[in-house]
């Protein structure tokens, strides 16, 4: 063993310690001393971006999927901070990535040199830590500190900002004591046992999954703690999976994912144990009606204890791991005791659920009815494929609602944040493929969110990647449109594409198998062709000309976040 080594290499053989085997991004020349200590490393995967936005909503997709740390190397200036969109949707979506950023050589600092940007100091709001390295002899312990930061407690993104000439100096080849995962926190027992108290004497307990009991690995205990109390669940976007949506207790979403069944469930409620989710603005707008009623004993379980009540006010706050106090509330309440009536009930309410996305879904209008997509895709794809879903009101409020794509599973789901990046998904869903390789990926995106990220096209050819992507194409910046149509009076401005490009076309010049879709009768055709072209590792674009359809929770949710111009008009 060699007494020094370049501090790139040590900045790599800390990756491989710690456990990383993803790195997303592209070269510079300020980060070649970690791309060449990469050429060596073979328990490392790289893959080569076209823009770094994509290296970052890649690296969360692949914790979405794995719960493991990936990390994105960019080089300096607009390297890093292309990423930054992406990161900052990471850090409200609690997920955790090691950024690695280049910066000018130590000999420049403060000369106004070349891509020289205090990028440390613009990423600081957006992540959990933020540091700037000027010494060799740090890297190793700012690289461990920084992984240890972005998945301890709640989790999120880091960057480590390092000086070009820094890599390539020499520091001592010591051994390494990797941070490792983070620790489980078990919550009081005395809380535990209060919270336990008031679902067992509950009347209509409801439990509320969100993007904290997927990452916690917290499912199994989900469904027990439900099944003993025969509660109905709710899952925010994030928590989609975390109970298998063909299991008699699921019953939908929130705010603008929820359907008449959660509205219902969520207004009876006297007893609401909310594990892992915030109910944020962007699903509820925080309106009487989409949160806890008053009333009710919400019970909230948190692993950061700035979370609880900061959204919604608990009368039972309770700080700890999802998996660890669902388990601990579990051998409170004790086994499940025989069947319940209100599991008939819920069953009943989503068969009529589901007979009435059927209803939606057998129209032969043209454009197509969106939900005649989303159905015939649950069809032709298999039940463990993996889901992405974008941002806007297609993709989102009707391909992200339950029952029109059902999940059945924790971890395969990409979704975004409360961030609201458009692209974040679309962007990042070439990494199903990465994590789950024998499971089909198919991600519904809107024309907007596609157009604004379709440069990962070839990403995905190049690297055999094969998603499809159905692209649900109003031919318009749908969500923001409909304000202006039910909110300002039919003043439309901006929100039509005068001109589009030929979404096909470019899939099928960048490698992929494209085709645009028009006949409601093609739909699931199309759909198995693009299966097809998977199965042969082909990525696939279906451009599918869609109805601008909205559900009535959709409709309901502009009301309630424009009260003021609703009243004004």
């Not at 719960?67 to 997920?95: K, R, S």
């Not at 015939?376 to 029952?403: K, N, S, W, Y």
């Amino acid at each position: 063993m060699t007494d020094t080594v370049t501090a790139g290499r040590a900045i790599v053989d800390t990756l491989v310690a710690e456990g990383v085997t993803q790195v997303f991004g592209m070269p510079g020349g300020h980060v070649l001393g970690i791309y060449d200590a990469l050429y060596d490393t073979p328990q490392i995967r790289t893959t080569l971006v076209t823009h770094e936005h994509q290296a970052a909503a890649m690296a969360a997709g692949w914790f979405q999927l794995t719960g493991e740390l990936a990390a994105v190397v960019v080089t300096a200036g607009p390297g890093v901070t292309n990423v930054l969109t992406a990161v900052a949707e990471a850090h409200i979506g609690a997920i955790p990535m090691l950024v690695l950023g280049g910066r000018g050589a130590s000999a420049t600092v403060y000369r106004g040199a070349s891509q020289e940007i205090d990028t440390h100091v613009m990423f600081t709001p957006a992540t959990k830590s933020a540091v700037r390295v000027d010494r060799a002899d740090l890297l190793v312990t700012a690289v461990r500190q920084a992984v240890a930061a972005a998945r301890g407690g709640k989790p999120g993104p880091v960057l480590v900002d390092i000086l070009r000439d820094v890599l390539s100096q020499q520091v001592p080849a010591q051994p390494y004591l990797p941070a490792g995962p983070a620790a489980r926190i078990a919550a009081d027992p005395a809380v535990v046992r209060r919270a336990a108290e008031a679902l067992r004497a509950a009347r209509s307990p409801l439990l509320v999954a969100g993007g904290g009991v997927i990452a916690s690995g917290a499912a199994e205990q989900l469904r027990a703690v439900a099944e003993r109390l025969a509660a109905p669940v709710l899952t925010s976007l994030a928590g989609r999976g975390s109970l298998p949506e063909d299991h008699p207790l699921a019953a939908g979403g929130l705010g603008a994912h929820r359907n008449p069944l959660a509205k219902r469930l969520l207004a009876e409620a006297d007893v609401v144990l909310g594990i892992g989710t915030r109910f944020e603005e962007m699903e509820t707008n925080w309106q009487p009606g989409a949160v806890p009623a008053p009333d009710a004993t919400y019970i909230q379980v948190d692993v950061d204890p700035l979370e609880l009540s900061r959204s919604v006010p608990a009368r039972i706050g309770v700080g700890g791991d999802a998996r660890t106090v669902l388990q601990q509330l579990a051998d409170e309440l004790g086994p499940a005791e025989g069947e319940h009536a209100r599991i008939a009930e819920i069953a009943a309410a989503v068969a009529e659920l589901d007979a009435g996305a059927e209803a939606m879904a057998a129209s032969t209008e043209r454009p197509i009815h969106p939900v005649r997509v989303i159905r015939a895709a649950r069809e032709v794809f298999p039940r463990d494929t993996t889901l992405g879903v974008d941002v806007g009101v297609l993709a989102q409020h009707i391909g992200g609602a339950f029952p029109h794509f059902r999940v059945f599973g924790p971890r395969t789901t990409i979704v975004p944040s409360s961030f609201y990046g458009m692209g974040f998904v679309t962007a990042a869903m070439p990494v199903a493929k990465l994590a789950r390789p024998d499971s089909p990926a198919l991600c519904f995106t809107g024309d907007g969110s596609f157009q604004m990220v379709n440069t990962v096209l070839p990403v995905a050819t190049a690297n055999r990647l094969a998603v499809t992507w159905v692209v649900l194409n109003d031919e318009a910046l749908g969500s923001i449109r409909d304000i202006q149509q039910y909110v300002f009076d039919g003043r439309i401005i901006d929100t039509e594409f005068a001109y589009q490009p030929d979404f096909a076309a470019l899939a099928e010049a960048c490698g992929c198998h494209g085709e645009r879709v028009d006949d409601p009768d093609e739909v699931e055709a199309a759909l198995e062709r693009a299966l097809k072209a998977n199965e042969a590792g082909r990525p696939a674009v279906l451009d599918v000309r869609v109805a601008r359809v909205r559900l009535a929770q959709t409709r309901e949710h502009y009301a309630n976040t424009y009260p003021q111009q609703q009243d004004a008009s």
